[in-house]
């Protein structure tokens, strides 16, 4: 059973001609530090959705967002 691979791998080898068509599927691990430059990068797209929408909080504690109006 140990030569088989994980339970991820053998479903990506058994669904190749699929991902032919609809692309690879991501594989690496997520598990790993944020680089300097992808901070920044995230930062900025966090800032310009702040900048595209606002959130309104009602009385009984929901929210819900708008986007923000330009005028």
Do not use: C
Not at 30 to 51: F, I, P
């Amino acid at each position: 059973m140990a030569g088989k691979g994980s339970l991820t791998d053998r479903f990506m080898r058994a669904t190749g001609k699929a991902r032919m068509i609809f692309g690879p599927a991501q594989r690496s691990s997520v598990n790993h530090a944020m680089t300097e430059d992808n901070k920044r990068l995230l930062e900025a797209q966090q800032a310009e959705e702040k900048a595209k929408w606002e959130t309104v909080t009602r009385a009984d504690g929901s929210s819900y967002i708008l986007p923000r109006k330009t005028s």
